[in-house]
């Protein structure tokens, strides 16, 4: 099933501000377990059902974004197993261009397209508002916690790995964070990324736990447990 695509970019859009918030799903049954296409053409991203999807039970939903250059399936091949485990919806936008939208130019058009996921597994699926994630890799960990500050009254979580900055306009609510970042980064250098932005959180008052590991550019499989452990019972 494929939604048709729409990037009217609102008012609300260009400050970063996603409009979806949870609901009774009114099209429960519409999508099979597996994967799915978000939209028509090769950047309209896809979403996972995981074979372990109750749908009888609210389940989490995190949204993941890819990096620089990547794709949804860059969230498929980090996430998949960890949806399966916590029966998570994996809901994986793809950037209209090579990256997101805030750090090419600012934001507009990404947020639409994130909005209409979003909107998507809302009518879709029961969804727990008490585990609803937004997460990236890179860029998209950048995009995630810059959107998690604006809109922290719906994201409860974040998962960001590797972020290099926060871009805000407005903050509203407050999510939790978890960041992880490799010590021996050569692209993003930890201590003008992560450092950063984790000193800021917890200056102005967020939950936040940092893991900072030896390691480079990547997310090594023992940062993804600890990442998808903290997600389960923070």
Not at 3 to 13: F, I, K
Not at 155 to 181: D, Y
Not at 185 to 197: E, G, Q, T
Request: with cysteine; glycine share 10%; proline share 7%.
């Amino acid at each position: 099933m494929q939604t048709e695509p729409n990037v009217e970019v609102t008012s609300a859009s260009r400050l970063g501000r996603l409009t979806a918030r949870p609901h009774l799903p009114s099209e429960s049954g519409s999508f099979g377990k597996g994967v799915h296409r978000l939209k028509p053409g090769p950047r309209g991203g896809r979403m996972l059902v995981p074979q372990s999807y109750d749908p009888e039970r609210a389940a989490p939903l995190l949204v993941f974004l890819h990096g620089a250059g990547g794709d949804s399936q860059q969230g498929l091949d980090l996430f998949s197993r960890s949806a399966e485990e916590l029966g998570a919806i994996l809901l994986l936008p793809e950037s209209a261009a090579s990256t997101w939208d805030v750090i090419l130019d600012d934001y507009g058009p990404d947020v639409v397209s994130i909005d209409q996921a979003l909107e998507l597994g809302f009518r879709s699926f029961s969804i727990d508002p008490r585990r609803l994630a937004v997460g990236g890799f890179a860029d998209g960990a950048s995009y995630a916690v810059s959107l998690a500050l604006t809109n922290g009254d719906l994201f409860t979580h974040v998962l960001a790995f590797t972020p290099g900055f926060s871009a805000l306009r407005e903050v509203h609510g407050a999510s939790r964070f978890f960041l992880a970042h490799g010590s021996r980064d050569p692209v993003l250098p930890v201590r003008r990324c992560s450092r950063v932005i984790v000193r800021r959180l917890e200056q102005s008052g967020y939950e936040v736990h940092y893991l900072e590991f030896n390691g480079g550019h990547a997310v090594p499989p023992e940062v993804l447990t600890a990442a998808t452990r903290w997600f389960e019972g923070a």
